[in-house]
């Protein structure tokens, strides 16, 4: 997912919001990508599943700017 900067930052900001300490997953953003954890992958998940709702609701978007 490198290659997809938006992507990624939405999946960082989903992985910190939701995990936001070691209480929850012992490692960082960084290190959750490289070895492709389940924290990782959910986060990913999660972003992915919003940028198609995003991008399907046109009226929704243009009501949040």
Known sequence: MLHDNQLRAAAR????????GEEWTPVNFEEAERYGTIH???????????????RND????????
């Not at 900001?13 to 936001?20: K, L, M």
């Not at 046109?58 to 700017?65: D, H, P, T």
């Open 13 to 20: 900001a989903i992985y910190e919001t939701v995990y936001p």
């Open 40 to 54: 990782y992958r959910n986060a990913v998940a999660a972003a992915q599943n919003a940028r198609t709702q995003l």
């Open 58 to 65: 046109a009226v929704g978007q243009m009501e949040l700017i």
